[in-house]
T-cell receptor
């Protein structure tokens, strides 16, 4: 069983369209993340959710809206797609990193969704 | 915020030789430093990590060292094999960051048979 799964794996769409990427984890984690990897392979966090609550929002355009229906799922909806949105989007999950004094937990990444905006 | 620099950007070594990748970080409060390996078409996979209360950690052919004073940490791979070819990322974070990892720019490692 895949620990962190994403659908679709590839997404090719036209500028201006709206699309969604889905992520599911079966690790029992309560924190999930979205990262963006650009064409130069640079990885940058976009959002994180803890127990369905938004915790990190890294100045991402509001065309991007994450939604967490439950702890095991974190979806990413993108409105009005632009050429610059073309990238690989990775979902990740971990146990909660919030408790003072508690060690940070390993983040497990999904296989990625390759988005190409034409 | 945290800034992580990683060198070199590309590295080619003969099979069986050692490879070293170095990272520096800017935030002295950072206390967790994972290393990820990303194979072509796949997501990053954790290969080793180190916390700030430890200076060195080893797992078979892979080791990581941390110098908190100098704010740098390094990945060492010994007896390299063709399957070690991949892109390697270092990262840094601190407990107050809520899990936000700041990644280095990656090193493309190629093992020459």
């Amino acid at each position: 069983d895949t620990a962190v799964s994403q659908t679709p794996k590839y997404l090719v769409t036209q500028m201006g369209n709206d699309k969604s990427i889905k992520c599911e984890q079966n690790l029992g984690h309560d924190t999930m993340y979205w990262y963006k990897q650009d064409s130069k392979k640079f990885l940058k966090i976009m959002f994180s959710y803890n127990n369905k609550e938004l915790i990190i929002n890294e100045t991402v355009p509001n065309r991007f809206s994450p939604k967490s229906p439950d702890k095991a799922h974190l979806n990413l909806h993108i409105n009005s797609l632009e050429l610059g949105d073309s990238a690989v989007y990775f979902c990740a999950s971990s146990s909660s990193p919030w408790t003072r004094g508690k060690e940070q937990e390993t983040q497990y990444f999904g296989p990625g969704t390759r988005l190409l905006v034409l | 915020g945290e800034n992580v620099e990683q060198h070199p950007s590309t590295l080619s070594v003969q099979e069986g030789d050692s490879a070293v990748i170095k990272c520096t970080y800017s935030d002295s409060a950072s206390n967790y430093f994972p290393w990820y390996k990303q194979e072509l078409g796949k997501g990053p996979q954790l290969i080793i990590d180190i916390r700030s209360n430890v200076g060195e950690k080893k797992d078979q052919r892979i080791a990581v060292t941390l110098n908190k004073t100098a704010k740098h940490f390094s990945l060492h791979i010994t007896e390299t094999q063709p399957e070690d070819s991949a892109v390697y990322f270092c990262a840094a974070t601190k407990w107050a960051n809520g899990g936000k990892l700041t990644f280095g720019t990656g090193t493309r490692l190629t093992i020459i048979p």
